[in-house]
């Protein structure tokens, strides 16, 4: 089964968004974004071996209801961030947090970032 891919740039804001079935968000609950490298998880790795993840940390924002769209949790980085980060394929996936306990992640998504032509 092949993982969604998204394409950015290094330089350039990366935001990615989990929808939120509930429009509300209780006290206690917060989310956390990871990005590592694809062959760090391609590597024969047990579950609940840990690697490094290879980006700053994602700011992880709940953006309520608003004009037909449905609440949902944006994580982002700047692109100053995202400019520190390597060139290369990766694994990036979501944690929703409840009193800083996990309870819920995400499939993981394919992110490839790539060198920008026009970056200096």
Same mark, same amino acid.
């Given at each position: 089964?092949?993982?969604?891919? @998204?394409?950015?740039?290094?330089?350039? #804001?990366?935001?990615?968004?989990?929808?939120?079935?509930?429009?509300?968000?209780?006290?206690? @609950? %917060?989310? #956390?974004?990871?990005?590592?490298?694809?062959? !760090?998880?391609?590597?024969?790795?047990?579950?609940?071996?840990?690697?490094?993840?290879?980006?700053?940390?994602?700011? %992880?924002?709940?953006?309520?209801?608003?004009?037909? /769209?449905? !609440?949902? +949790?944006?994580?982002?980085?700047?692109?100053? =961030?995202?400019? /520190? *980060? !390597?060139?290369? =394929? @990766?694994?990036?996936?979501?944690?929703?947090?409840?009193?800083?306990?996990? *309870? +819920?992640?995400?499939?993981?998504? #394919?992110?490839?970032? #790539?060198?920008? !032509?026009?970056?200096?």
């Amino acid at each position: 089964m092949a993982l969604a891919a @998204y394409v950015f740039h290094r330089g350039q #804001r990366i935001a990615l968004a989990d929808r939120v079935e509930e429009g509300t968000i209780e006290p206690g @609950y %917060s989310m #956390r974004a990871r990005m590592k490298p694809v062959q !760090a998880h391609i590597r024969n790795l047990m579950p609940g071996d840990s690697v490094a993840a290879a980006s700053p940390a994602f700011t %992880s924002t709940f953006v309520p209801a608003a004009g037909g /769209q449905p !609440a949902s +949790w944006v994580h982002a980085l700047t692109a100053a =961030e995202s400019r /520190q *980060i !390597a060139a290369g =394929e @990766y694994l990036f996936d979501s944690s929703l947090l409840l009193d800083n306990e996990v *309870i +819920w992640t995400s499939e993981p998504v #394919r992110l490839i970032l #790539r060198e920008s !032509a026009s970056a200096g």
